[in-house]
């Protein structure tokens, strides 16, 4: 992990969050030297005795807060392990660290997984055995947020916090009303990617753009699906068996003939009319020709996993986290990868980013509250706060973290599609219900169940009704 010398009482928000817990909690500076205890040993009045040298003791954790509470974080797949790791090895350790600086704080880890973790939630709302932090998306923190179930996280968000955001917009996502509901560590926009002597093969390498953000259009995207297949290539999947990476098919349909997925105001659905209509009998008939396979039995896990072992020409599902974890299997199987945004109309794509962040259960307890609180502050404020960003795979949302990455080539292409980030809209009404109906109405779609007009109705009309709620 990479380490930053600065003070632990520059990102430590002791005094905002030691209220309601009856006791002040001293707090000494990560650079001071630790105390050193010095023993002589033998009478002092014998000179002729030698003395023995003077014997260093282990230095002591610095220890930031004796508070004393018990935690429970769950945590999605975010980090990428360590190669050779198992899943949750790296928070394992994250946690560890932690608790040099917190001995009497313990926290209970669980993993969960993208199929079962969602409804595990919904559960522990209504059982109310929710656990105390939980690291996850905006999307699904903001329902969270509707039912009433996650505290304030507003002693995190103070002023020079703030101004150290790299956009505003990012607010925008962490508030519900007049709360901060959740606490960011990282962004990123998802990609799709070829596989690059597939691509040199057909020809198709000499039509792409290679430079700064590497923009497209729809036309240039089609004649490089076309090549792949006369050449024998297997196309990628459109997937559409579940809500898993979502975000990458609605960046890949939304751009297509430039319709948006919500109006200017995000008081609508609004991928309709002929160009959403066009879009769909696009990809229909694309994947009628082979150049885009029907995935309405794929998941984007699926859909990544051909295009790594080389079976896939391109996946729809790309970003530095399928990038960083497959690393190895990609070299051990000579496959070389060349990202590119997804393809415009006009050439400007308007790209969906999904952003990572930390909100916590409200159980009406100040010790559990703070504590959660001191975890999440420890790993998006703390010395360690860049290692933690590169290990989601994406880059940080504070502007003094500066080029994690240090200016490797390929982080530098996810730089330069930063800007073309669209509305975040994952925080509306009911957008966890409206997902459903997206995968559902491409899968009717691509099976011909229902003409591309007659779904895209039936899907507006039911997305629609989830801004109304519940």
Known sequence: MAKFGKSLVAWLLLGALVTGCGKKEEVRDSQEEPDIQIEQEGPKEEPAQKEEPAREEEPQALVLSDLDAEIT??????????????PGDYEQALIARFQQYYPNIRVNLEMLDYENGPA????????GTTPDV???EPGRIQDYARKGALADLS?????????????????SACTYGDAYVMYPLSMMNYVMAFNKQMLETCGAMELLNRE???TWNTDT?????????????KAGSLYCSGVAGDYATRSFLTNLYDVPLMNSDLSAYAFQGEGAVNTMQKVKEWTDQGWLLNGSGTTGAGSVEEFVKGEASYTLLWGL????????ALADGGIEVVELPYPSQDGVPVLEYVMNGFCVFDHQDEARLMASQYLIDFICNGEEAAGHVVKTGAFPVRTSLGDVYQGNEQALFYEAITPYSGTYYQKVQGFASMRVYWYQMISEVLNGE???KASLESFLEYANDTLKGE
Do not use: H, M
Not at 76 to 84: A, H, L, M, N
Not at 120 to 127: D, N
Not at 160 to 167: F, G, M, Q, T
Not at 321 to 328: F, G
């Open 73 to 86: 974080w769950w945590v999605y797949p975010i980090f990428v392990q360590d190669e050779g790791g198992a």
């Open 120 to 127: 595990r939630l919904e559960e522990a709302i209504g059982a």
């Open 134 to 136: 939980l690291f996850d």
């Open 155 to 171: 002693p995190l968000f103070t002023e020079e916090r703030k101004a150290d955001l790299v956009s505003s917009e990012i607010l």
């Open 212 to 214: 700064g953000a590497r």
């Open 221 to 233: 995207f089609a004649q490089v699906l076309e090549l792949l297949n006369n050449s024998g290539f």
């Open 321 to 328: 986290p399928q990038a960083i974890s497959n690393a190895q």
């Open 450 to 452: 229902y003409g591309a």
